[in-house]
């Protein structure tokens, strides 16, 4: 296993181009599963969760290239509807191949994900969205089987104890376009990445009204034909590069980014003082010294996204004040806290709180990385931490972060990787 090591305290300079987002990426390679036809994806990042989830379409029988950011996927040989337990369970957005299996060919057997270390995760949404659309579904040795003589449409109202659910949104719209008849999904996810796989299938011959709002309106269609499809760009990488700039005092132009996709932590860092300038689908980020601590509770989308709240623990704990983040998708997503404060950040967990007091600055130190966005964070806490960080398990990092440590380098980061 490899570890990351970095020397902190460069000022990272520069321009940087954000990659296609990861999480609208692989709904939409699984869409895919809902024609016969050639599809082709541009923008595709290099990821490992890209690669596992060509992985699964191969194994239900589709053929699928990859080759400089543009993937490529026609029939292969016969369809399959099982998606197996050891390629399910080592990326947890597998299970959004049970809408479109079950939209095509009527059946679909696919492994329950189970739980991950950001908390317990359950899939009581998707199923309750697909039983609304007619299938019969029941749970044998860790698979969720789901049959049906004909999806017809129905209203399903899709809101969680946590909210709208990302992946439950995506699984039901894609049951749902080949039903007979209009769904009404409510409560549905409004997430940039969920539209984007609406604008994905609307360009394959879907009927799909409202995206990007919490009510779907879903007319089905017979038949979904091939489409070409480019991938918008991932929020996530643009705001953590964002951050990258803002923890060590850098001037980066980051671009390909989607403005208005980071509404909330634009927001968030202005409040923080930071200097942030929109140039022509790039975002120019100068670091200052001077920032103060805020407030951040993580919402689903237009809030605050839990997929940045890792990320914005590191920046808080090296600014003055004391900054609560509260999580409000996943109350456990903490693993990352121990971890900063093995670096010498005063950070007090609270259940669902995370009380940040902010100091003048971390000192490197080794670290574990325990899952996607907590890799991120600690990055970004060594490359502004005094001295030398060695993060282990990086390879979390490589699941979401398409060449980031050649994209840290370019930019002057000291940041190289060694054998554990
Ligand atoms: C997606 C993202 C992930 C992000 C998350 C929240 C992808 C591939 N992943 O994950 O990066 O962190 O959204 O923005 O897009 N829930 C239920 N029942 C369900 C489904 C979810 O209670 O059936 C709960 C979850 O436990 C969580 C909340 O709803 O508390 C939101 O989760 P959800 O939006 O479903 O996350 P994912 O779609 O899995």
């Given amino acids: 296993m490899d570890k990351l090591v970095i020397e902190g305290g460069v000022k990272l300079k520069g321009e940087v181009t954000v990659s296609g987002a990861k999480n609208a990426v692989l709904p939409i390679l ?27 379409l191969r194994a239900l029988g589709k053929c699928a290239e990859f080759d400089k950011g543009k993937v490529s996927i026609c029939a292969g040989k016969a369809a399959s509807y099982i998606a197996e337990y050891k390629l399910v369970s080592t990326m947890r957005a597998s299970f959004c191949v049970l809408g479109p299996l079950l939209g095509k060919l009527k059946k679909a057997k696919v492994s329950l994900p189970g739980g991950c270390v950001i908390g317990v995760r359950p899939v009581d949404l998707h199923l309750k969205g697909i039983k609304a659309l007619g299938a019969d579904i029941s749970i044998d040795s860790g698979y969720v089987i789901a049959k049906t003589t004909k999806l017809k449409g129905a209203y399903v109202y899709l809101g969680g104890v946590y909210g709208s659910s ?10 749902a376009v080949l039903a007979k008849g209009k769904t009404i999904i409510e409560s549905a996810a409004c997430e940039p990445e969920v539209s984007d796989l609406a604008e994905f299938l609307i360009k394959m011959g879907a009927k799909i009204k409202g995206h990007g709002t ?16 480019s991938i918008i760009p991932d929020r996530i990488e643009a705001g953590t590069l964002i951050l990258a700039s803002l923890v060590t005092g850098g001037d980066l132009l980051i671009k390909n980014v989607q403005y208005q996709h980071l509404g909330s932590l634009i927001d968030k860092l202005n409040e923080a003082g930071a200097n942030l300038q929109r140039v022509d689908g790039a975002l120019h980020v100068k670091g200052n010294r001077r ?8 919402l689903p989308y237009p809030g605050f996204p839990t997929d940045m709240q890792a990320q914005m623990m590191s920046l808080m704990s ?22 900063l404060n093995r670096m010498g950040a005063h950070i007090q967990r609270e259940g669902p709180h995370a009380i940040v007091e902010g100091i003048k600055s971390l000192s490197g130190a080794p670290v574990m990385a325990s899952d996607l966005r907590a890799s991120a964070c600690l990055v970004l806490a060594g490359l502004a931490a005094r001295g030398k960080t060695s993060i282990s398990r990086i390879y979390h990092l490589e699941r979401g972060y398409e060449n980031i440590e050649q994209k840290l380098v370019n930019l002057g980061a000291k940041v190289w990787r060694e054998k554990e």
């Fill in 214 to 229: 919490p009510v779907i309106e879903i007319e089905g269609v017979k038949h979904l034909h091939g489409a070409t499809h």
């Fill in 166 to 175: 990302v992946l439950a949104t995506d699984n039901v719209m894609m049951a």
């Fill in 30 to 56: 699984a869409a895919t599963l809902l024609t016969d036809e050639p599809c082709v994806i541009k923008g595709v990042p290099n990821l490992r969760d890209t690669n596992s989830m060509l992985k699964i």
């Fill in 291 to 298: 920032l103060k601590s805020v407030n951040i509770t993580t």
């Fill in 318 to 339: 090296i600014t003055p004040g004391i900054s609560v983040i509260t999580e409000k998708i996943y109350p456990d997503r903490f693993m990352h806290v121990s971890e």
